[in-house]
């Protein structure tokens, strides 16, 4: 079963643009469905997983392109980045848009090279797991995330908190949300194992796949937090250094994202922290261990998770619309917070999220410090569990779950 994705225009926009499209995301997102899906039946499909055809991409490149002649669909390219100044060489002689499709789920050695052989000549996109809007099968493309246009939309129905949790505890991967009957935990046993030996192993040198494993676990109990990495590298009994480049390994491949902080030169009091947060939900819940949607709930993570699902969603929204998502933070040294700062030409769109159903204004308090930044600030919302969207004051709105 195929469910669309809100992508598919823009990476028929880019393709018509670039010679070449990068879609990058962690494993099992959908990428090789979403542009096989969108293949025309003259593009050829090939993927580096394939032991034999991967020793002839390394070996022998140019045979390769030879072999597999464009139009083409390479999956998995950062196993053979070598492919990459051939590819340039063959885009620059027949000048031709969407050439090549590739796909990638590790950014770090991939980006380098990509950076070095296809400057100008590569439209990069990256893909999360499937929104709700997606998986409600919505036809209207969904716009990017501002507060105050979204408090004026009706909600997507209504969603119940067991039946929300449930869907924050599965996750988004589309191998395991399109399968009812799929074990939960066997898939991201499986997903975990599979991580730790292709592209730990393999791309990332790290020796040590049991300390890597209790990294991940250490990082998914402090989703939605300030990053504190000499905390992370003593519970995970590693070094600080290490703990440093396993955090960019998270990030480098869609693991996890850092939320940056708001700060300029108007007020030196805010800090400068980033927060961290999975992009993956189901993968958070699982290495935590919280083995049912009640008890993820009822547990210690239950305000966090679902601030990190919440942000996953806004992401998604900018993200699968092929734009960069202009978010940040406030935090100053008096602990005032705002959760999520859109700044978007010139004007701070803030947002606040909050795990009940009975919203009040004191939940959007520190939306008043904002003006020290001295920027316009728009009206806000506060995302929570209530059914319809209602104001909290003269710029402030409530925004429900079931609107994202």
């Known amino acids: 079963m195929y469910i669309a994705r809100q992508l598919e225009g823009f990476i028929d926009t880019a393709s018509k643009q670039f010679p070449v499209l990068l879609l990058t995301g962690a494993r099992q997102v959908g990428k090789t469905t979403l542009l096989k899906h969108l293949s025309r039946e003259d593009r050829t499909y090939v993927t580096l997983d394939d032991p034999l055809v991967l020793e002839l991409a390394r070996q022998e490149p140019q045979l390769f392109l030879q072999r597999f002649s464009p139009p083409l669909l390479i999956d998995e390219i950062q196993y053979a980045p070598n492919l990459l100044p051939l590819i340039k060489m063959a885009v620059d002689a027949a000048q031709t848009p969407g050439m090549f499709w590739l796909t990638g789920s590790q950014q770090f050695h991939l980006m380098q090279g990509v950076s070095e052989s296809l400057a100008g000549r590569v439209g990069i996109v990256q893909l999360l797991g499937f929104s709700r809007h997606e998986l409600l099968e919505r036809q209207a493309k969904r716009p990017p995330f501002l507060p105050g246009a979204v408090a004026q939309t009706r909600p997507d129905g209504s969603v ?139 547990g210690a993570m239950s305000g966090p998770i679902l601030e990190t699902w919440i942000l996953v969603e806004l992401l998604k929204s900018y993200w699968h619309n092929g734009q960069r998502a202009p978010f940040y933070f406030y935090r100053d040294k008096d602990k005032k917070e705002v959760d999520l700062l859109i700044v978007r030409d010139g004007k701070i769109h803030p947002v606040e999220f909050k795990k009940t159903a009975s919203p009040s204004k004191k939940d959007i308090r520190n939306f008043a410090v904002l003006e020290r930044l001295g920027m316009p600030v728009e009206p806000g919302g506060l995302i929570c569990l209530v059914d319809q969207s209602l104001p909290l004051g003269r710029d402030a709105h409530t925004i429900p779950v079931a609107a994202l």
């Open 160 to 298: 119940s908190l067991l039946e929300l949790y449930r869907h924050i505890w599965r996750g988004s991967y589309p191998g395991l949300v399109l399968s009812e009957g799929k074990d939960r935990d066997l898939f991201y046993g499986s997903y975990v194992q599979t991580y730790l030996q292709r592209d730990v192993r393999e791309l990332a040198r790290v020796g040590d796949e049991m300390a890597f494993l209790r990294f991940m676990r250490v990082a998914a109990a402090r989703t939605a937090q300030l990053l504190n990495l000499s905390e992370m590298a003593r519970d995970a009994d590693v070094s600080p250094n290490t703990a440093k480049s396993w955090l960019s390994i998270l990030q480098a491949s869609g693991i996890v994202y850092m939320l940056e902080p708001y700060h300029t030169n108007v007020t030196k009091r805010l800090i400068k922290t980033p927060k961290l947060y999975f992009l993956d939900t189901g993968l958070a819940a699982y290495l935590t261990e919280w083995t049912t949607p009640e008890t993820l709930e009822a």
